[in-house]
Structures are given as C-alpha cells and as structure tokens.
C-alpha cells in the first residue's frame, strides 16, 4: 500500500510517500481501507517531535514508533479481527486510531490502516467520508470540555475563545446543540464562519477584548489561553465554570519540553480544589461512548464538519505548513 512514512522529527519536508506492507490486524482490531483522513495540531505535535515530554509519553525518543502519522480517518471496513462482532467488510466508519492519549502517529495516512475496533463508529450517511475524517479528534476534545467538564446546561451564557479553529467551531456547535447562547471569539477574517457554526455573538480580538466587556458567562472555553485566568474569571458569572484547553503554538513558540499549553494547565489544575470556577477532575466517557455520541449529533445534523481545504495523499507536507500558516478557515482533510 501507499503511505506517508516519517523516519525522523522534524520540519514537514521528513515526510515521504512509499510503498510499505498492509499492517497487521489485531483481534480486536479493523482494516479500514480509508477514504479520508485530517490534519490537527496533535499530528503536528508528533511531525515535529514538541515538546519532547512527548517522546516519552510513547511517541518515541529518537525516531516516531510507529512511522506513519494520522489519527483521524473515515474509510470502508476491509476486514475485522477475530474477536470483532461490530463491524463488517464494506461498512463506512470513522474514528480515531490511537489508544489513549493522542501524542503518537496513529498510521492514517495510508491506503490501508488497523484500527481498534472501540474507537471507531458508523458514519452517518449524511456526511461524506472527507466531513466524517474532520470530526473524531477535534469533536471528542469539543464534546469532553463542552459537555462533561464544561456542563453546558440550555440557556447558559457559554464563551469559546478561538472558536473558528477545529476544536472551536465544534465546541460552537456543540454549547448551540445543548441550547446554549454562545459567544465566538477569533481574528475577524473567521468570524463569518463562527456565525454560521452557530455563535449568537462574536468578538474580534485583535480589535476587542472579551475580558474588557460587561458580559458575564457561566462557562468560558478557552482553546488558545491567551489570557490569564484572573482576566477570564472576572467575566465569569456567580457559579461560571472556565476551561482551558490550551493550544501550543506552531512554530517552537509554544516550549520545546513541555509546552506552553501543559505549563498553563498544570497550575490550573494544582488550584481547581480551592477555585471554585475550575473544574476539578472529571471522569470521562470511554472513546468509544464518545464517537457514538458525535455520530447521533452528525446523523441528526446537529453539528456539521467545516471542510476547510483537501490535499492528496502525495502532499501532505503542504497540508501540514497549511496547518501551521494558520489561514485555513475549516479542517483540513487528506484525500486518499
């Protein structure tokens, strides 16, 4: 088969199509012949080897494990392990590759791709295989920080700072689907499309600052963390909850060990028994309950994937500096 093989960390250029052997499938595994698969700051992340925590969180110290990137596709069921009984040959799914966390190549980027089974779901009908590859990591990310440690209730007043990336338009979406009136904050070139993702209200930043305003939010889901937590919380209303997911920013900026996202988030998480507003830990759904749950909101049109460009199998290096430009409004997806 044909993949995008990765022999060493570094810039996108590493990257290389080559004829390599179908993988092994598992028991407990599906060969999904995959159709479409999309680009996220989580492959970036494992493309360029940063932070290094990463390498040994299981990425691999030297070189990446396994050599193939991609955790997010959408294909056909070619075949099915011997303890599988959910899926077979010729069903449309889509999911995530991985086990557990996501900082690892997961082999999507191939022709042909093993799968476990637990981390896949049917894909609906209504959305094409380019929509479906769009969804798995961005809408799980979206739905455990909306939903279960955001409780987003209907009528909250919910606040997402930048709601026009991946994980923003569907956390939009998904605080719009649980009846929340929603505000998008992002760079006025995306605010059309955070409207259209459903935001009842949206703040340029680099004219405006969300902090600044005399609006009060019972949840506020900050995917950059470009404000510290003493500016969001004083919008936050009496009983508000703040969740930071914290993105690392392309280009090294973010911190080479362990990133500017983790060096966020672990104060935060040290002060959530004594700061109300913080939410403490949480107990999250399974991966599988997850999926299953994205693909009721997909099959009921809830939440609609923004395919922002595509890019053949053969240029995923350009999708990845795509990714990292930053300009794209929507997913990008590799066509393959």
């Not at 703040?203 to 404000?227: C, K, M, W």
Request: with cysteine; glycine share 12%.
């Amino acid at each position: 088969m044909k993949a995008v093989v990765q022999d060493t960390y570094g810039a996108p250029e590493v990257l290389a199509v080559r004829e390599v052997a179908l993988p092994a499938v598992a028991d407990d595994e599906v060969l999904v012949r995959a159709r479409a698969a999309s680009v996220h700051p989580d492959v970036w992340h494992v493309v360029r080897g940063v932070p290094y925590l990463l390498r040994v969180m299981g990425s691999g110290v030297r070189r990446p494990g396994n050599p193939i990137p991609g955790t997010d596709v959408a294909g056909q069921v070619e075949a099915v392990g011997a303890s599988v009984a959910r899926f077979r040959p010729g069903d449309e799914v889509f999911g995530e590759t991985v086990r557990g966390h996501q900082w690892r190549n997961g082999g999507a980027y191939a022709e042909y791709v093993a799968v476990p089974a637990d981390q896949l779901a049917m894909k609906p009908a209504n959305v094409t295989f380019e929509q479906a590859a769009a969804v798995p990591t961005s809408g799980i990310i979206a739905l455990q920080n909306v939903r279960d440690i955001g409780r987003v209730q209907p009528g909250d007043r919910v606040l997402v700072n930048g709601a026009g990336g991946g994980v923003g338009l569907m956390a939009v979406q998904l605080a719009a689907a649980y009846g929340a009136k929603v505000t998008g904050v992002d760079a006025g070139d995306k605010l059309a499309l955070v409207r259209s993702a459903g935001a009842d209200r949206v703040i340029d930043h680099t004219a405006d600052d969300f902090t600044r305003h005399d609006e009060r939010y019972d949840l506020i889901v900050d995917i950059p963390g470009n404000h510290p937590f003493a500016e969001c919380r004083r919008v936050l209303a009496p009983g508000g909850r703040y969740v930071l997911i914290g993105h690392d920013l392309f280009g090294g900026s973010g911190g080479r060990w362990i990133g500017r996202g983790m060096r966020t988030l672990l104060p935060l998480m040290a002060r959530s028994p004594f700061v109300p507003e913080l939410p403490g830990p949480t107990r999250l759904p399974t991966k599988q309950a997850s999926m299953a749950a994205l693909r009721e909101l997909l099959e009921a049109g809830a939440i609609t994937p923004v395919v922002g460009r595509t890019f053949p199998l053969e240029e995923v290096p350009q999708a990845i500096r795509c990714l990292e430009d930053g300009d794209t409004q929507g997913k990008i997806v590799i066509t393959i």
